[in-house]
């Protein structure tokens, strides 16, 4: 058997976490080796961020068409290409995805292995590469990056009926005729807006009484008006019970309110989330911890139970974003190398759904100061009343922000209007740098922007 090949640092998974992790240690100059499983980028590049926002794009570009005549421009007839759309996606991920390979292979101390992972032992690992190998490797530091992948729920005829996830439809490259969505998260959600904008029809199922649960429900409700109007339907208090072949048609039985319906569909996506990517990796060997839905439990630091072995990302379970877990790579890197210790769990949370309009949010929302029993006090503008959103044409939307009663400092902001997650970083920066509502409220901004409007949206605690 070849002997164990012994490096300082290994990393497994090269996400939002792993890629600049892995590169800043080899240039640290500790020998350090990627493994990888797929693809260089992780989620974000290959089939999350990078695509999904590729096509929305494209999406927003087929509405806006479909809107011009009432700017007075008239285009004509509009139609949607989804081969094209398909095909400057993948363009714009394989150009991400072999930037990043690049820039990790040129780095020197450091190794990049494609293959599958496992532990055999604590600190060892015995990986299988695509060529058949079996490579045994072992380092004092191990950093897991190996995010999530889709939950498949069990629903029967499901192994009858073809289905697509949200990394399948990214390749799929014919246009649905009626899309049925299982999941009315933030995947769904864009999902839905988006087919629905190329010319499917869209039904979407949620479980619970009304979409976007985490959100506060007059946000939710102004976002659901918005997506009925485009032509969605949503039923909520509804769930899947079964679906079938009948001929050359797929047809579902759907328990909403208690009571059985059936609908016909030419396609089915899956977005009921998202579960921990581990099993392969056998960390029952280290003796890591993982809680009952099988994230991997660390501290504040992100180090595990075990000395040396440290979770990043969305395997240690909390918001999976990618910002959270490029954020994570600088909590660990600074607490190694730079004796700078920040948790992980105070953090100023932003996060941008990317319907159109877009949810940009950030702290916590109304409701939760609610179940806190904050002293808070709340604000709405609708965008109706901001200058920009009527000169451009869309004022769909809201603006809401929680602030505490007390000190005046800003708690949260929800910002569901055109370019909300640009928005919402401004009450972000405010809420670092300690500002006060009353001080965003009489900041001059420039004029006309949607950020400006922040200071009416703050007036109006006065």
């Not at 494209?58 to 005549?69: D, I, K, V």
């Not at 969505?181 to 995947?187: F, H, K, P, R, W």
């Amino acid at each position: 058997m070849e002997p164990i090949r012994t490096y300082d640092a290994i990393v497994i998974g090269s996400g939002q976490a792993g890629t600049p992790l892995s590169k800043f240690l080899a240039m640290e100059g500790l020998r350090t080796l990627l493994i990888e499983k797929r693809w260089v980028g992780g989620t974000c590049v290959n089939d999350g961020c990078s695509p999904t926002k590729a096509m929305v794009a494209s999406a927003r570009t087929a509405w806006l068409a479909h809107q011009s005549e009432s700017m007075g421009v008239n285009t004509g007839s509009v139609s949607v290409d989804i081969k094209t759309i398909i095909d400057r996606q993948q363009k714009i991920v394989h150009q991400m995805r072999s930037g990043s390979e690049t820039g990790l292979k040129e780095t020197d101390h450091l190794k990049l292995l494609y293959g599958e992972a496992r532990f055999t032992a604590a600190k060892v690992l015995s990986v299988s590469t695509p060529e058949g190998e079996t490579i045994q490797v072992s380092a004092e530091k191990i950093f897991i990056n190996t995010g999530l992948k889709p939950v498949i729920p069990d629903i029967p005829g499901l192994d009858q009926v073809p289905y697509l996830t949200n990394t399948s439809l990214l390749t799929y490259r014919e246009l649905p005729g009626k899309l049925l969505i299982l999941g009315a998260g933030y995947i769904g959600l864009e999902f839905a807006q988006m087919y629905r904008r190329f010319g499917s029809q869209v039904v979407v199922l949620e479980r619970k009484s009304r979409i976007l649960e985490r959100e506060d429900s007059d946000i939710a409700k102004e976002l659901t008006s918005i997506l009925l109007e485009e032509g969605i339907e949503i039923k909520c208090n509804s769930s899947l019970k079964s679906v079938r072949t009948e001929g050359e048609a797929y047809k579902a039985t759907i328990v909403q309110n208690g009571e059985d319906t059936e609908i016909e569909f030419t396609h089915l996506l899956i977005a009921t989330g998202r579960k921990p990517e581990l099993h392969a990796l056998q960390l029952n060997a280290t003796g890591v911890e993982v809680d009952d839905q099988g994230y991997v439990q660390v501290n504040d630091y992100l180090e595990t139970n075990v000395q040396g072995i440290f979770a990043l990302g969305d395997i240690k379970g909390g918001p999976a974003f990618t910002h959270v877990s490029y954020d994570d790579y600088r909590i660990v890197t600074d607490a190694l190398f730079k004796d700078k210790y920040r948790s992980y769990k105070n953090r100023i949370l932003p996060y941008c759904m990317f319907t159109d309009p877009q949810l940009g949010r950030v702290g916590i929302t109304e409701q939760e100061a609610k179940r806190r029993k904050l002293n808070y006090r709340q604000t709405t503008l609708p965008n109706s009343y901001v200058a920009r959103s009527i000169e451009t044409g869309d004022t769909r939307g809201m603006m809401k922000a929680i602030v505490d009663a007390d000190t005046d400092l800003i708690l949260g902001a929800s910002i569901l209007g055109t370019e909300g997650g640009e928005v919402v970083s401004v009450i972000q920066m405010a809420m670092l740098g300690g500002l006060t509502w009353r001080q965003l409220s009489t900041a001059m901004l420039a004029h006309p922007t949607f950020s400006e409007s922040l200071n009416n949206l703050f007036s109006k605690l006065e």
